[in-house]
């Protein structure tokens, strides 16, 4: 959990909106910021990995900061200065990979916003303060995702990690010459989501040590492994 549930959550959506203490001048980094260091102080050493904008569906869509432990959990960030445009898009996308989503969003977009995600989605709402430090606010608890899609989260593996999934179910004989779609199909048809899910998961924290260890950006900005010490000081 990264923060609090405060009592009536809807509720203090409408009272916090109302709000003349905070300031709508919350920006990507600011908002970036503060959940990093909120997540990283949550899952202190646990076998979890943190990344900014983890890539789905080839690339084309890419979630601001994602936490993977015994789940992917997704946080989007849409600040005061951000447009909406994309928002309906990409909820449809990364519904299809992550068990959970978050909306982590500025006061001043905070109705318009929560309209454009689906009610699985938990809602966080961040302002800034009269000294410039960022407030965030839990205004609605989500829940998990039960609609995760097969060949969403296989189309998160390189064709090497496909092949290594087939291999580890026995699936793999007489198709690693084939297409990446063809292996696609072959996992899809044969595999259950949660082995999907499950084999995803642990290859997205074998590329977070990597990148980390390697500074491979490729997969992922400023990886925190949450198992070390100084993970709540990671940059």
């Known amino acids: 959990m990264l923060l609090p549930v405060a009592a009536g959550g809807a509720k203090l959506a409408e009272n916090f909106h109302k709000g003349r203490a905070m300031k709508h001048n919350t920006t990507d980094s600011i908002i ?7 997540l990283a102080a ?5 076998d979890a990995v943190i990344v900014d904008e983890l890539k789905v569906s080839f690339g084309s869509g890419r979630i ?4 993977i432990n015994g789940r992917i959990e997704g946080y989007e960030i849409k600040s005061d ?5 994309r928002l309906s898009r990409q909820a449809s996308m990364f519904g299809a990979v992550a068990d959970r989503m978050t909306l982590v969003v500025g006061q001043r977009h905070l109705d318009k916003a929560v309209a454009e995600v689906p009610d699985w989605w938990g809602v966080i709402v961040c302002s800034s303060d009269a000294d410039g430090n960022a407030v965030l606010k839990r205004v609605r608890r989500g829940r998990l995702n039960r609609k995760l899609d097969k060949v969403a989260l296989i189309e998160t593996l390189e064709r090497d990690e496909l092949i290594s999934m087939l291999a580890s179910a026995n699936l793999d004989k007489g198709f690693r010459g ?3 779609r063809v292996l696609v199909e072959r996992a899809s048809s044969a595999m259950s989501v949660s082995d999907i899910s499950a084999f995803v998961k642990k290859i997205l924290k074998v ?4 990148a980390r260890e ?3 950006l490729a997969f992922g900005r400023s ?3 949450c198992a070390e010490p100084s993970a709540t000081g990671a940059d």
Do not use: M, N, P, W
């Not at 970036?32 to 909120?38: Q, V």
């Open 32 to 38: 970036r910021s503060a959940i990093r260091s909120s």
């Open 223 to 225: 990886v925190i492994l």
């Open 178 to 180: 084939s297409t990446y």
């Open 42 to 46: 949550a899952h202190q050493g646990e």
């Open 207 to 210: 590329r977070a040590r990597l």
């Open 214 to 216: 390697f500074g491979d």
């Open 81 to 85: 200065k951000d447009k909406l445009d």
């Open 64 to 67: 601001d900061v994602a936490v």
